[in-house]
């Protein structure tokens, strides 16, 4: 037995230390310069930053629908959302060529021999089938949902969010694994010479080419996605699946009343808001009385998780003026709820900074011009610095909390 150990073990290390003979474990199998550690670290540099800020932004975005006791999301600036979900789809966007380009660049060291090498060699080995299985998860399902096409089973906020803290995760234990080449990568003044692969790669792209290739790819998508959120390049937004300023009154609607199942509601002549809560009694307003309120205009963005956004002039109703006239107090949370019966943001719970602060209005007008069906009318909710989703259109109950 002791015998047949032995022979266990010797032909185990002759296994390891010797690579299989067919492609692609073969040495000499890959012999392109462009599968470097140079351009291989650059653009995961790249990728680690577009990453993170991504993270972050969705991280930020998530705590804002979904907040727990201790998160308060502020009123103002009334176009931090707006900047922080566009950078979240933006460099979500300009991830998918630098992901599949550094994929191509390291995808040989995939098939080294022998599979594990060191301690910090298994920990990059681990972190890797998440690491690229969580980046396309997230950047296929992510461009998906900004076309609004749902080919899955599964609901995607929930599979994005934690989708993203496994990758983030994987990117965390990748870095850790990899730092001493990037450190070496960057330390270096020129690139490391590789004089028995520059002879195959004579006459095509050499591996600064490569890394500038990364770069315009996303410098492209970047241009013609960015628009649904920078104005000045609205006119290049080609990719974009959204325009901004294409829809009723200048702006899209990304659930049509109809859709909504409150036509015949809101079109009601009878139609009333009712505020309840905690106050004296319940009171009720037809449209009429709404418009003999104080009314207030200002301009506000309205931006949408999928990353477009738009300014618009509203008018109406200061929240906060609302709940004076009812005699109720000013400073807590407040419940908004829509005429819509069904779906997952037929309402929503303003928090106090929200609640009180006098740009938040219940609308009645948008750009001078009562508003269009579909984006609220009789009334909408819309709020300095809150997505889109938490806007409620064809508010019909105001709850003061």
Known sequence: MVRAAGRLAANLARWVATPPPVAPFREGAFRSGLHDEAPAA??????????????????????????????????????????????????????IPLLLIKLFVVYPHLWAWPPVRSLRHAVDRVSIPALVGGSLFLLVTGVQNTMYWYPWGFFFPPAHYWAAWITIGALIMHIGAKAGIVRRVAAAREPRAAPDLAEADRGGLTRRGVLGLAGAASGLVFLTTAGTTVGPLQRLALLSPRRPSVGPQGFPVNQPAE???????????????RVEGNLPRPVEFSLADL??????????????????????????????????????????????ESLQQAGLYRSTTLNPAHASDPA??????????????????????IAPNNPGVLQTKWVARVEVL
Request: net charge neutral; charged share 10%; hydrophobic share 55%.
């Open 42 to 95: 650059w653009l995961g540099v790249a990728l680690g930053v577009t990453f993170t800020v991504c993270f972050v932004t969705g991280l930020a975005s998530h705590l804002i629908q979904n907040p727990g006791s201790w998160f308060a999301w502020p009123a103002r600036p009334v176009g931090l959302y707006r900047v922080t979900q566009g950078l979240h789809v933006v460099t979500g966007l300009v991830s």
């Open 259 to 273: 859709t909504a199942g409150v036509v015949q509601a809101a079109m009601d002549p009878a139609f009333v808001l």
């Open 291 to 336: 418009a003999a309120l104080p009314q207030r205009e200002i301009e506000l963005p309205i931006a949408c998780v999928e990353g477009w956004s738009a300014t618009a002039r509203w008018g109406g109703v200061a929240l906060v003026d609302l709940l004076r006239a009812v005699g109720a107090p000013v400073g807590g949370p407040v419940f908004v």
């Open 360 to 381: 938040t209005l219940l609308a009645l007008r948008v750009g001078g011009e009562p508003l269009h069906l579909d984006h609220g009318f009789p009334v909408r909710l």
